[in-house]
């Protein structure tokens, strides 16, 4: 039966940390035009690395399946229900403060035959998932190259220097690794090359299941949620769609965290800060008709599938890739502010992808 031509229902299970209501059997709403169009493409054959900030990189990706349907990143929100303190949990990150842009995660893609190689786990190492990792010599590390490029005081340094942290600049250094043929993803926090190896710490995705981190373990990012499928890239700006749910950082979040998040980060417990995992979107009669269409794309994202709260940070900063095809979006998504967002919580009934 043609994935077009019918309305996709799928029962999910629910699970929450910190006072959700009890779960009863709902239909959760995904878009079958989605699926449809990555399955209908034929992912090209490749032998090596492939940067994010390519063609090549465009048509991989577009075949690429992340997580199964009825998984939380690929969930449709807009008619979900609006939590009781929306608006008091809305102006705790800035009712005021403007949607801003990450330049932040690039990523790579290897095939399957990548070598593996061991690293040095620091830190949290209790946490970490144990090698060996398909790393690449030309992995990059957060923001390269477009935010290195852009920046007058950083953009001669070379990928090597960035990789060493040869200007001490330290913070998060996030690294994301895809093996897109055997839907596997390798994420690493305060990645490092060294005289000896690399080190940090690393977190492993398989995106053909559902499975969520350990509770009360971090990832990458602070929710313990995965950085990849969250990353607005070159591929589907150009497409027109953005049809997963991004990742926004806020300052400051409360001591608890809500499915699919794993991990809070806080020792706040203010009721009226966001939780690690909290769902949010651009409230849906919001006029995007004004912005250019790569902008207008996000938004209509941010619209259907919202975003998760997943680490502390600047507030109201979604990520998207430093790919130097994608226009600057700064000005045009600051006039966006926090007062346009509103926090959702899944409709009574709904439960938890298995």
Not at 166 to 191: I, T, W
Not at 298 to 306: A, F, P, Q, W
Not at 314 to 340: C, F, N, Y
Request: contains cysteine; aromatic residues 8%.
């Amino acid at each position: 039966m043609c994935l077009l031509a019918i309305a996709v229902l799928l029962v999910v299970h629910t699970w929450s940390h910190g006072g959700d209501a009890p779960a009863k059997e709902s239909p959760t709403r995904v878009d079958p035009a989605r699926l449809a169009r990555i399955r209908a493409a034929k992912m090209p054959e490749f032998t090596e690395p492939v940067s994010f900030d390519t063609e090549k990189a465009d048509a991989i990706l577009a075949a690429l399946e992340i997580f199964p349907p009825d998984n939380p990143w690929n969930q449709l929100v807009d008619e979900w229900p609006l939590h009781p303190d929306s608006k008091a949990i809305v102006a705790s990150i800035g009712a005021d403060k403007p949607l801003r842009c990450n330049e932040d995660m690039g990523f790579i893609l290897v095939p399957p035959t990548q070598k593996k190689i061991d690293i040095e786990l620091t830190p949290y190492p209790d946490e970490a998932d144990r090698g060996p990792y398909p790393i690449p010599d030309n992995v990059p590390i957060e923001g390269w190259p477009g935010w290195y490029q852009r920046d007058r005081k950083r953009k001669h340094l070379t990928l090597d220097q960035v990789q060493r942290d040869a200007s001490k600049e330290g913070g998060d250094r996030h690294a994301l690794v895809v093996d897109p043929v055997n839907r596997m993803l390798y994420e690493f926090y305060q990645m490092k090359k060294t005289d000896t190896g690399w080190q940090a710490y690393a977190a492993v995705f398989d995106l053909k299941s559902n499975k969520l981190r350990p509770a009360g373990w971090t990832s990458a990012d602070a929710a313990g949620l995965p950085i990849f499928p969250a990353v607005v890239r070159h591929d589907e700006l150009a497409r027109g769609k953005v049809e997963h749910a991004l990742r926004v950082t806020v300052v400051r979040t409360r001591r608890a965290y809500t499915y699919p998040a794993t991990h809070f980060a806080s020792r706040l417990t203010d009721a009226k800060l966001p939780r690690m995992g909290e769902r949010l979107r651009l409230r849906r009669d919001y006029d995007t008709s004004r912005f250019t269409p790569e902008t207008r794309a996000l938004l209509e994202g941010l619209k259907r599938y919202g975003m998760f709260v997943a680490d502390n940070g600047i507030e109201w900063a979604v990520s998207v890739a430093p790919d130097p095809r994608i226009r600057p979006m700064h000005e045009e998504l600051r006039k966006i502010k926090g007062s346009d967002f509103e926090v959702v919580v899944p409709p009574e009934g709904y439960r938890r992808p298995e």
